[in-house]
Nanobody
Framework: QVQLVESGGGLVQAGDSLRLSCTASGFTWGPYCIGWFRQAPGKEREGVSCINGEGNTYYADSVKGRFTISRDIAENTVYLQMDNLKPEDTAVYYC????????????????WGQGTQVTVSS
């Protein structure tokens, strides 16, 4: 059973940076993705970024050029470096695993973390 533990959220000002971490237990690197979704109050959940076992990455258009996903395979940990944060990035960020199509909304992700709050003030 895959368990995901996130950390690194917080309250920052616009233009600041944050790094989220997600450590996965019971997870085997392969063709599946591990990465991040976010959900803001009153909005639909959005696939933000993911990375698979081959190192292929996906980014939502809204974060391209500002967010960078990386991984430490030995530690089974994925990082989301978020730079130049904007108020519209405010959301609960969830780590998840699943088929890459989940980040495009085609299928549901398989496993979810508990979420970490990111708040960006203007």
């Amino acid at each position: 059973q895959v368990q995901l533990v996130e950390s690194g959220g917080g309250l920052v000002q616009a233009g600041d940076s944050l790094r989220l971490s997600c450590t996965a237990s019971g997870f085997t690197w392969g063709p599946y993705c591990i990465g991040w979704f976010r959900q803001a109050p009153g909005k639909e959940r959005e696939g933000v970024s993911c990375i698979n076992g081959e190192g292929n990455t996906y980014y939502a258009d809204s974060v391209k050029g500002r967010f960078t996903i990386s991984r430490d395979i030995a530690e089974n940990t994925v990082y989301l470096q978020m730079d130049n944060l904007k108020p519209e990035d405010t959301a609960v960020y969830y780590c998840a695993t699943g088929d890459g199509g989940a980040w495009l909304g085609y299928v549901e992700a398989d496993n979810w973390g508990q979420g970490t709050q990111v708040t960006v003030s203007s």
